[in-house]
Every structure is written in C-alpha cells, then in structure tokens.
C-alpha cells in the first residue's frame, strides 16, 4: 500500500519539535503514577469487571480490515432454487453446497432468500440476535455508476480499479478520485478529538501497524501490538529493570550536541509513553470472555482491554484499526472435495469467532451499545472461478456488528448472482450500488458527526443520495 506523501521536514524543525517532545516525556512520567492509581481504583484487585470503565457518553468504531479482497459471492449466498441455481452455475467448483449453507431471515426481503458460510455460525447467531446486519454491494464511486456509463467511459471512475494497493487506499481515504493524503478515520478523529478530555493517548489506535485509514492531519495514530505497547528495543522493559532504568537514565542525560539531545528526548518520550500505557493495562479489569488464539483474536481482545482503560486517559471517543492478511485467493479457496473448507472457510471462522467473542466482551464491559465494529477490504472477487479460486472484483457485502445495530437485515441491494446480469463488468465483477461514503457516513453519524460536518470527513458525501444507511441506531 502507497505511503502517504510526508509534510517537508527541514533540520531545524526536525531538532524543535524533537526537543519538545523531549520536554514533553516530563509530563508523561508524572502522569504514570496517577494513571496507576485510576486504573486501580477502576477494577479493585484487578480481578474483574468493575467500577466505571468508560465514560457514559463514551463511543467507539472497530475497523477490521480484510486484507487481499474479500470474496463475498462466499458470504452471503442464495438459497431459493432460482437463484441458488445461476449461483451454483456461475461459481462452478467454487459454489457451496445448498444443504451447507446457514440459513438467516432478514426483516426485509427482495423476495429471494439467502443464507451464510457453514464457516459463520458465530455471526450467523448474532445476526438473528439483532447485533449484526450485513450491507450489500458496498464499494469504491467516484460517483453513482450504472453499467451503461462504465461501458461509454461517460462517468468518472475509481482510479485503478482492482489494484490491491490503490483500492485499500480509497477504501480508508474514501476519496477514490483523486490524491489522498489523509484517511476518513483520520479525518474523523481531527474533528471529533475535543471531546476528549485529555491528550495522554491518541485516541486512533491500530493493532496492525501504521495504516492509511487513520492518517490525520492533527491526530496521530498510535501502533500498539496484541501483547501491549511496544517496549524499547533490546530490553525487557519491566523484565529486566537495571538496564530498562539504565537506557532510561542514559537518554536523559544532556548532551552538547543537538541532534543527541535531540534523539534522547523522542526516545524517552516513547519510553514514557509506552510506560504509560503498559501501567494502565496491567491495572485493567482481567475479562471473563475467551477470545480464540489467533490473530484477529488477540487484535480484538488487546481492543477489548483498551476500551476497559478508556476513562483513565480520559478518552470518549476512540478509533481502532485491525487487520488479517490472506484473503487474495486466487488459488486454494476451497477445498475441491468439499468446498465448505479450505483457505477462505479458515478465514472466515477466525473472523467469526473473534467478532463474537469481542462483542461478548463489550456486553461484559457494559459498552455493548457503544462500540460498532464494521469490517472493510479492497474490493470483491468475481463470481466465476478462474480454476482454483477467485480475482479482483469491486463490489462486496459487509458486516457490521454492535449493541446500537439494527440488526437481523440485509442493507442495500443485493446484485443478481448471475453472470452478465444488469451490474457486471464482466466475470461477475459488480458496480458497487452502495458506496464507500455512505457506508463511513452512517457509522460517523452515530460516531456524533452532524450532517453539517460530514463533508469534512467524508468530501464526495454530497453526490451520494444516502449518507445514512439506517442500519445503526
């Protein structure tokens, strides 16, 4: 994926703002004992969940991003006969079997009936809960598309179409027409920030290293791992105190040559922050839900135990970014004697497990109604097999799940499953009919963003007829 252009950062600056930081690591040492005791006082013992975890008003957006493309002709399938049977015919070796597929009942119909992968039982249960609904045909626009206008070229379209990383650009930048520089994340943490009431953790924080969706102009992301705050490089951090206090004491001392007390100052400034937030972990509510032993399941129970800590960095609004690799399956996406398993049914029942699971977790907090998690890719696949496995598509369906959803729905419309049908490029490649700002537009609605502000985080929501899907409450 593209990294963003970086703002001109002369020698100069670089030493200025380097030496405040250093005057700034100050100010987060002595917050540290402070927060020790908040986080105490907040779960006695720190055995379970108690005292006020979050701030009433508190809210939260889950990004999980499912990088390589999602194929979501997998997801959600059809289950009449009619349907199922252009379904079937179009995916050849890549159709599940009838029988296999989970059946769900959405409150609203289009008169064809539709069910999950064998692999989503987790979701599927949340589904007819009312927690999950599903949005459909969701995608990339420059603007409201018909397959007409792609034919003529008459329309502006997104720039390089099914490219990995130009896509999972505009997906997090949502602006698919021109040069981005910011994420809609981002954009959406630089205006919401000053809710916050202080500035002792960024409130965008990302499980999956830097990315472009929570890139801001103001707000910075803040990269944590599943095991806590990243500890400097070559300790142990409280493992190995002497030479933790040894590294610390060394960056502090002064030093006549700048760019030494330069580089002294941000790393005890890291020291410090990542001392800050590791201290307020350990001082987190121990939860009683168990999440999976996987990657987005250590993601999400890490995002579980941020959330818990929430009210002693004084945050009531946060932005959390994860992510799972492995989902460009152009070969391998099934397994040929039962296609129920193989690559993409593993993916999906890591994703389905550690959503519920995290969901579970939020019930526990008390935030259940507070935290929506929405999953996102670079594009769709297409519905016909190349032989082994599925290529890069443009529309797909998505999943949003959380206390405040209105669940147990199918939002949007759902394409034809059937090849050179009314929306298809070709191969089964679907024109998005819901776009990328509509979808980010709903969810910053609920997040506490005014109509009058939404063109800030999202630029094109104006050429678009919905900027509130419905499906959150």
């Known amino acids: 994926m593209p990294r963003p252009a970086l703002p001109d950062l002369s020698r100069r600056r670089f030493i200025g703002q380097a030496c405040c930081a250093a005057v700034g690591a100050t100010g987060f040492l002595s917050s540290l004992a402070s927060l020790r005791l908040m986080a105490a006082a907040a779960s006695p013992g720190g055995s379970s969940v108690g005292g006020q975890a979050t701030a009433p008003d508190y809210k939260a957006l889950v990004c999980l991003f499912l990088q390589g493309g999602n194929d979501a002709n997998n997801l959600v399938i ?18 599940l079997p009838q029988a ?31 927690q999950a ?22 329309i502006t379209l997104p720039t390089q179409l099914y490219s990995h990383s130009d896509q999972q650009v505009q997906w997090q930048s949502s602006l698919p027409d021109q040069r981005a520089t910011t994420g809609w994340g981002g954009r959406l943490a630089d205006l919401v920030n000053a809710v916050n009431t202080s500035s002792q953790l960024s409130m965008s924080i990302s499980l999956a290293g830097t990315n472009f969706f929570q890139v801001g102009r103001t707000v910075s992301q803040y990269a944590i791992s599943s095991s806590g705050a990243v500890t400097f490089s070559g300790t142990t951090g409280g493992n190995n105190p002497l030479r933790y206090a040894a590294q610390k004491d060394l960056f502090a001392q002064s030093n006549p040559a700048l760019l030494d007390t330069a580089f002294g100052g941000l790393s005890s400034a890291s020291i410090a922050n990542s001392d800050l937030v590791n201290a307020a972990l350990a001082g987190a509510p121990t939860l009683a839900t168990v999440f999976p032993a996987t990657s987005l399941g250590n993601q999400l129970k890490m995002v579980a135990r ?24 152009h070969a391998s996406q099934v397994t040929a004697s039962d296609t129920t ?24 907090l008390g935030v259940a109604n507070q935290v929506t998690t929405f999953t ?25 799940v959380g206390g405040a959803v209105r669940g147990t729905d199918l939002y949007g419309q759902m394409p034809d499953l059937a090849l050179n049908s009314a929306n298809d490029t070709g191969r089964g490649r679907w024109i998005p009919s819901t776009s990328v700002d509509e979808y980010a537009a709903t969810l910053a609605t609920w997040f506490g963003v005014s109509a009058t502000n939404l063109p800030t985080v999202l630029p094109n929501i104006g050429r678009f007829a919905h900027p509130n899907l419905g499906f959150l409450g």
Request: hydrophobic residues 40%; aromatic residues 10%.
């Open 78 to 95: 059809p289950t009449d006969s009619a349907s199922y049977a252009a379904y079937a015919t179009a995916r050849s070796n890549l159709a």
């Open 100 to 130: 296999g597929v989970l059946p769900i009942t959405p409150r609203t119909s289009d008169g064809r009936t539709w069910g999950l992968h064998p692999a989503l039982a987790e979701i599927r249960q949340l589904f007819g809960t009312g």
């Open 133 to 154: 609904a599903i949005l459909a045909n969701v995608g990339t626009l420059a603007f409201p598309t018909t397959l007409a206008q792609y034919k003529a070229g008459s």
């Open 306 to 329: 941020l959330i818990s800590t929430s009210a002693a960095f004084g945050l009531k609004r946060q932005v959390f970014f994860c992510q799972v690799g492995g989902y460009d399956l």
């Open 341 to 364: 398993t193989g690559a993409h049914a593993t993916l999906f029942a890591q994703l389905s497990q550690a959503v519920a699971a995290f969901y579970n977790a939020t019930v526990e």
């Open 376 to 400: 996102a890719s670079d594009f769709g696949r297409t519905l016909s097999s190349n032989g082994d496995g599925s290529d890069h598509g443009w529309g797909s369906h998505h999943l949003v």
